[in-house]
């Protein structure tokens, strides 16, 4: 989950919006937003889900690659 999270620090830093109007946007608290970005914690899943759409992220879950052939 640690690279769906950097994924969206960066999405939000590179957004050119604040986080108090990403805040207002999404109806995620401000200090959410800023725990996230200080990497103090996470955030559920409705809330990452929320937050990637509003940024025009998606996200994708699919099988790890394996390395070698088994």
């Known amino acids: 989950m640690s690279d ?7 999405a939000i830093e590179t957004s050119g919006k ?3 109007r990403i805040s207002q946007d999404t109806d995620v608290a401000q200090s959410q ?6 990497g ?3 955030l559920q899943i409705d809330t990452v889900e929320r937050l990637a759409k ?3 992220l998606e996200i994708v ?3 790890k690659r394996r390395r070698g052939k088994q």
């Open 33 to 38: 937003l800023s725990r996230l970005m200080s």
């Open 61 to 63: 879950i699919r099988p």
């Open 54 to 56: 509003y940024l025009g």
């Open 4 to 10: 769906l999270l950097d994924a969206l620090r960066k």
């Open 40 to 42: 103090e914690r996470g």
């Open 18 to 20: 604040t986080r108090y």
